[in-house]
């Protein structure tokens, strides 16, 4: 693998050098902080539901019947599945348990239509 050069941290003002492109041990650790508490803030039931042997079960029975995403199916590509998705979003009055409303995608699928439905910001190349 070849060397890179040394990049600043992503952090404004912060000129701390940094092997891997990102941010530096200290702005990391920030981060990480940042993020945890935004997510506790949240504090939904749903939130807590993905991390149940319930939902475990669940979404390994979704991918054992259909371990293709099926929007690269529908285009003609052959990718594998690796999340499992409410097609009707919990927050907009879709069923959680509902096996109806679950759909395998890749995570590039996943992120178009959870873009698409206005939960994501940043924008999605592939």
Known sequence: ?????????????????VKVPGYCDAHRAEN????????AG???QTDRWYHTARWQRLRKSVLDAEPLCRMCTAAG???LA?????????????EF?????LQPLCNH???IKSQ???????????
Do not use: Q
């Not at 990480?32 to 997510?39: G, L």
């Not at 690796?82 to 879709?94: A, M, N, R, S, T």
């Open 77 to 79: 590509r052959v990718t």
């Open 116 to 126: 698409a439905e206005g939960s994501r910001s940043r924008p999605v190349a592939r």
């Open 42 to 44: 949240r504090n939904l």
């Open 109 to 111: 699928c996943h992120e």
């Open 97 to 101: 348990w509902d096996r109806g409303n």
């Open 1 to 17: 693998m070849p060397w890179s050069a040394p990049t600043v941290c992503c952090r404004a003002g912060c000129r701390e050098l």
């Open 82 to 94: 690796v999340l499992v998705d409410h097609i009707k979003p919990v927050k907009f009055e879709g």
């Open 32 to 39: 990480y902080r940042e993020y945890n508490a935004k997510r």
